[in-house]
C-alpha cells in the first residue's frame, strides 16, 4: 500500500472541467433513476413470475431492499468521507485492496456496463419486432444492422459533450416515467385479490421449487433493475456539488424501490404466477396492460420501453466510458483509454467501448443469445465491485480512517457489513454458470492490467494477487471445457 500511495502522490492530476460541463442535483438524480429505470421494469411481471411466486418474489425484494439500501449508504457515505476517490466503486476498491483487485472491480464494471448495453439494443429491436416481425426477437441480422446504426447514433452525441447526453437522459428519463406510472394506476384499479392469493407460495406449481429456490430465483432480476445506483458516484468529478451525489444516490433509490414493488407485485393480481410466468421475456408490462384495456395499452407501453432503453442506454454508455477512462489516469487501466476530447467526452475509451458492443452484437447474431441471458451475465460481472465497495467501507470504519468521532462508525460499519453480505449471497445466487462465464471475461482483462503495470517501479503482482490471478485463470478454463463440451451455456 505504501507504493501504491507513493504512485498516487507523484500523478499528475487531470484537467479540471468546465463549471459548464459539470451536472447538478437533478441531473445526477435523473442520471441515478435513468439508469436503473431502463429495459428491466417492463420485463420485471415475467421475470420475477417464471420462478417464483407473489410471497417468494415479496421476499426477494426484502432482501434486495435491505441489500440495496446498505449500498446506498455505502456509497453516499464514501462520496462524503473520500471526496478525492472519483469513479465510484473502482475508485473504493483500488484504495481499500490495491491495485488488481482495483483493476477488478473497473473490469468488471465495466464489463458489466457494456454488456448491459448489448442486452438493451437486443430488446429494443426485440420490442419493435412485436410491429414489424423482421426483427424477430431482436436478434436477428435485420436488428443487429439497426441496433448497429443505434450505437453509433449514441456514440457521436456523446462525442459531444457529456453535459449535453445528460441533459437528453434527464428528458428521457422523465417521458419513460409517465407510461410507467399510468401502467400501475391502471393495474391498482384492476387488481384482484383472489388471483393475487390464488398461487402466493407457489403451491399447485412444483416447478417452482421451495421458498429458498424461489428467492433465489428473484436475485439477478432484482440485481439488473438497481445497477446504477452507483451512477452518481461514476460521474463524481463531473458533480457541481459533492453533497450532491449521496442526495442523487438516496433520492434515485427511493424512487426506483417503490416503483419496482409496485409493478411485480401488483401484476399478481392480474394475472396468476403460470400466466405471467408464460409471457414473453421482453415487455411483459405491456402484454398485462393489452390484456386489461386493449391493443392500445400494449402500445403504449412497448413506447415507453423504447424512450426508457434510449435513456439507459445512454446512461451506461456514459458509465462504460468514465470508469476506463478514470482508471487509465490512475495508471490502472492502459494510457490510451485516458484521452479526453475538447468536449470532455473519454473519447479512446468510448470507441473502444461501442466497438466491444458491436462485436458482441454480431456475436449474438450467432448465439442466438437472448436478453434474459445477456442480463444475467452483465449483472454477474458487476458483483466485484459492489462487494469491494461494501469491504473499503467496512475498512474504513474498522480502522477510524476519516472518522474525528465515533458517532457513525457504528452505523457505516453495518451499512458495510450488510452490503458486502448481500454481494456475497448475489454471488452463491447467480449460479455456476453465469459464474465461470464471467471468469473468462475476467481473464481477458489480465493482458490489459500487465500492460498498464509495465515499467512502474513497483511490483506488478503481489503473491496474493498472484494466486488470484491464477485461480482466474484455472476458473476459465474450467468454464470454456464445460462451454465447448456443451455442459453450460450461459448465453442461451
Excluded at 49 to 56: L, V
Excluded at 104 to 128: C, D, H, K
Excluded at 143 to 168: K, N, P, T, Y
Excluded at 469 to 476: E, K, P, S
Amino acid at each position: 500500500m505504501a507504493a501504491l500511495a507513493k504512485a498516487e502522490k507523484t500523478e499528475t492530476p487531470p484537467a479540471k472541467l468546465k463549471e459548464s460541463a459539470k451536472l447538478g442535483l437533478m441531473a445526477l438524480t435523473a442520471l441515478v433513476v435513468g439508469s436503473m429505470i431502463g429495459s428491466g421494469v417492463f420485463s420485471l411481471p415475467q421475470n420475477m413470475a417464471k420462478g417464483a411466486s407473489p410471497g417468494a418474489a415479496f421476499i426477494g425484494w426484502l432482501i434486495t431492499g435491505v441489500g440495496m439500501l446498505a449500498l446506498v449508504m455505502v456509497f453516499r457515505n464514501l462520496s462524503m468521507r473520500k471526496p478525492d476517490l472519483d469513479a465510484g466503486p473502482y475508485a473504493y476498491a483500488r484504495a481499500g485492496f490495491g491495485e488488481f483487485i482495483g483493476f477488478n472491480a473497473a473490469w468488471g464494471y465495466w464489463l458489466s456496463a457494456w454488456l448491459g448495453n448489448v442486452s438493451y439494443a437486443v430488446l429494443v429491436f426485440g420490442t419493435l419486432g412485436h410491429f414489424f416481425p423482421v426483427f424477430g426477437s431482436g436478434n436477428t441480422w435485420q436488428a443487429i444492422v439497426a441496433a448497429s446504426v443505434a450505437v453509433w447514433a449514441i456514440h457521436f452525441l456523446i462525442l459531444s459533450g457529456v453535459r449535453q447526453a445528460a441533459i437528453v437522459n434527464a428528458v428521457t428519463t422523465l417521458a419513460k416515467l409517465i407510461p410507467i406510472y399510468v401502467f400501475i394506476v391502471i393495474v391498482l384499479v384492476a387488481f384482484n385479490l383472489k388471483t393475487f392469493t390464488l398461487y402466493f407460495w407457489g403451491t399447485g406449481t412444483p416447478a417452482l421449487g421451495d421458498i429458498l429456490a424461489q428467492v433465489k430465483s428473484t436475485m439477478l432480476v432484482t440485481l439488473w433493475v438497481f445497477i446504477g445506483i452507483e451512477g452518481a458516484t461514476v460521474v463524481s468529478a463531473r458533480a457541481v456539488k459533492r453533497t450532491d451525489i449521496g442526495r442523487a444516490t438516496v433520492i434515485g433509490f427511493v424512487i426506483t424501490l417503490a416503483t419496482y414493488l409496485m409493478i411485480s407485485l401488483l401484476a399478481f393480481g392480474i394475472m396468476s404466477q403460470p400466466q405471467l410466468a408464460a409471457l414473453p421475456d421482453t415487455a411483459s408490462m405491456a402484454s398485462i396492460l393489452g390484456k386489461i384495456v386493449g391493443p392500445w395499452g400494449d402500445g403504449f407501453i412497448r413506447l415507453g420501453l423504447l424512450i426508457s432503453v434510449f435513456g439507459a442506454y445512454l446512461s451506461w454508455t456514459l458509465f462504460a466510458s468514465e470508469i476506463p477512462f478514470r482508471a487509465a489516469e490512475k495508471g490502472t487501466f492502459p494510457a490510451f483509454f485516458g484521452k479526453r476530447n475538447s468536449k470532455g467526452s473519454a473519447v479512446n475509451s468510448l470507441w473502444i467501448t461501442n466497438g466491444l458492443i458491436q462485436l458482441f452484437l454480431i456475436v449474438t447474431l450467432f448465439s442466438n443469445s437472448t436478453y434474459t441471458a445477456l442480463f444475467y451475465i452483465a449483472s454477474t460481472a458487476i458483483l466485484v465491485p459492489y462487494v469491494f465497495s461494501g469491504g473499503y467501507a467496512m475498512k474504513l470504519a474498522i480502522t477510524g480512517e476519516t472518522y474525528t468521532g465515533k458517532g457513525s462508525m457504528a452505523g457505516d460499519l453495518i451499512a458495510g457489513l450488510i452490503a458486502t453480505i448481500y454481494g456475497c449471497w448475489l454471488i452463491y445466487a447467480a449460479g455456476p454458470a453465469y459464474l465461470l462465464m464471467c471468469a473468462i471475461l475476467y481473464v481477458a482483462g489480465l493482458p490489459f492490467y500487465v500492460m498498464a503495470r509495465s515499467g512502474k517501479e513497483e511490483k506488478m503482482f503481489t503473491p496474493f494477487e498472484a494466486a488470484l490471478a491464477v485461480g482466474l485463470v484455472i476458473a476459465a478454463v474450467v468454464a470454456a471445457w464445460l462451454m465447448w463440451n456443451g455442459t453450460i451455456n450461459p448465453l442461451g
